[in-house]
T-cell receptor, first 114, second 114 residues
């Protein structure tokens, strides 16, 4: 039982390049989330998916797109990376949207945009 | 003004000390209050959550919510070096629309030295 897995662990991009961060969970959870964590800012929600087939914007969605591929997988895409998107990205899941207070987090992806 | 404010510290205490971590929030609609612990270069993990006001105890950890003053606290008794981590408070609405969204504080860095 791996919980929440994220790939890649590290990535360096040049400004304007695109990439997709992958997230998968094996806990049969319905809801999944993408956060970014910056020094002094805590965790900020980018997008979330309450259930398969639905997505909703969080606090900082600009510059990102998401896809809920199936119940297990939720990807985050940067179409044209900018230095302001340098951050640590965490994926999380919860059994249901109603139980979002109990989220399980992945190990994170450290992204640097130069 | 951020909806949830948390003193980032850092906080350094000797082993065995009682630690008090605090947050304030501005939205009176928040009903769920969580504390997550994050070890260095890892994803956050849920320590405990409370619903509405009151205290909740789990071993050496006690969470306290005072809704009249919009104040959230986490107390750690008999602190250990293994408690050294960043502690993040988070809040959420009780229900309605978009209740999957959590709002996090900035996190407090705690070091417990032997």
């Amino acid at each position: 039982n791996a919980g929440v897995t994220q790939t890649p662990k590290f990535q360096v991009l040049k400004t304007g390049q695109s990439m997709t961060l992958q997230c998968a969970q094996d806990m049969n959870h319905n809801s999944m989330y993408w956060y970014r964590q910056d020094p002094g800012m805590g965790l900020r929600l980018i997008y979330y998916s309450a259930s398969e087939g639905t997505t909703d914007k969080g606090e900082v969605p600009n510059g990102y797109n998401v896809s809920r591929l199936n119940k297990r997988e939720f990807s985050l895409r940067l179409e044209s990376a900018a230095p302001s998107q340098t951050s640590v990205y965490f994926c999380a899941s919860s059994a249901f949207e109603d139980s979002s207070y109990e989220q399980y987090f992945g190990p994170g992806t450290r992204l640097t945009v130069t | 003004q951020k909806e949830v404010e948390q003193d980032p510290g850092p906080l350094s205490v000797p082993e065995g000390a009682i630690v008090s971590l605090n947050c304030t929030y501005s939205n009176s609609a928040f009903q769920y209050f969580m504390w997550y612990r994050q070890y260095s270069r890892k994803g956050p993990e849920l320590l405990m959550y409370t619903y509405s006001s009151g205290n909740k105890e789990d071993g050496r950890f006690t969470a306290q919510v005072d809704k009249s003053s919009k104040y959230i606290s986490l107390f750690i008794r008999d602190s250990q070096p293994s408690d050294s981590a960043t502690y993040l408070c988070a809040t959420r609405w009780a229900g309605g629309t978009s209740y999957g969204k959590l709002t996090f504080g900035q996190g407090t860095i705690l070091t417990v030295h032997p």
